[in-house]
């Protein structure tokens, strides 16, 4: 299974951009990138998924370098809502292995 | 549309015991899976299903039986309760390979 490599935490303030990095240099042409998301004590949330192209929806972009070997999560303005762990995966023959993620905390 | 149900969302089981979690969706969708998350980690696969029955194994699958007689169902066998499967476990579901997954609410687990 192709790894993401994360940072463990980020940290940002509230109605400020995020920009959440996530490396997959072992990527295979036929992985999607997928992004959730987990509130404390809740299970994971669906926020963005893309193979090649950019992908913007009501929750946040993802902008996909060229080679695909990296990805970049953007919540356009931070709220308090948005902390959680933000998970980057690559989905694999259907399935989704999920790694440490980074812990985003927002500031008043 | 109620997405994915998990039930019970809370149980306390007995070194030895045995019992089912029941997973259900009205999504159509033909994939199913079943995490684990033990506190403060990652969530870890157990098994999954691409389709009605169709199952294979994940990452952390000793312990646990699955079956899929339906589309909608997905439920998951503990033969056996051990302390080591107290967790959290989530049900979830998708579309194909190009979808996103929906999750359930989880179902927390005890074993003592």
């Known amino acids: 299974d192709a790894k993401t490599t994360q940072p463990n935490s980020m940290e940002s303030n509230e109605e400020e951009p995020v920009h959440l990095p996530c490396n997959h240099s072992t990527i295979s042409g036929t992985d999607y990138i997928h992004w959730y998301r987990q509130l404390p004590s809740q299970g994971p949330e669906y926020v963005i998924h893309?193979?090649?192209s950019n992908v913007n929806n009501r929750m946040a972009s993802l902008a996909i370098a060229e080679d695909r070997k990296s990805s970049t999560l953007i919540l356009h303005r931070a709220t308090l809502r948005d902390a959680a762990v933000y998970y980057c995966?690559?989905?694999?023959?259907?399935?989704?292995?999920f790694g440490q993620g980074t812990e985003l905390s927002v500031k008043p | 549309n109620a997405g994915v149900t998990q039930t019970p969302k809370f149980r306390i089981l007995k070194i030895g015991q045995s019992m089912t979690l029941q997973c259900t969706q009205d999504m159509n969708h033909n994939y199913m899976y079943w995490y684990r998350q033990d506190p403060g980690m990652g969530l870890k696969l157990i098994y999954y299903s691409v389709g009605a029955g169709i199952t294979d194994k994940g990452e952390v699958p000793n312990g646990y039986n699955v079956s899929r007689s339906t589309t909608e169902d997905f439920p998951l066998r503990l033969e056996l309760a051990a302390p080591s499967q107290t967790s959290v476990y989530f049900c979830a579901s998708s579309g194909g390979t190009a979808y996103g997954y929906t999750f359930g609410s989880g179902t927390r687990l005890t074993v003592v």
């Open positions: 995966i690559l989905r694999d023959l259907g399935k989704l292995i």
């Open positions: 893309g193979l090649t």
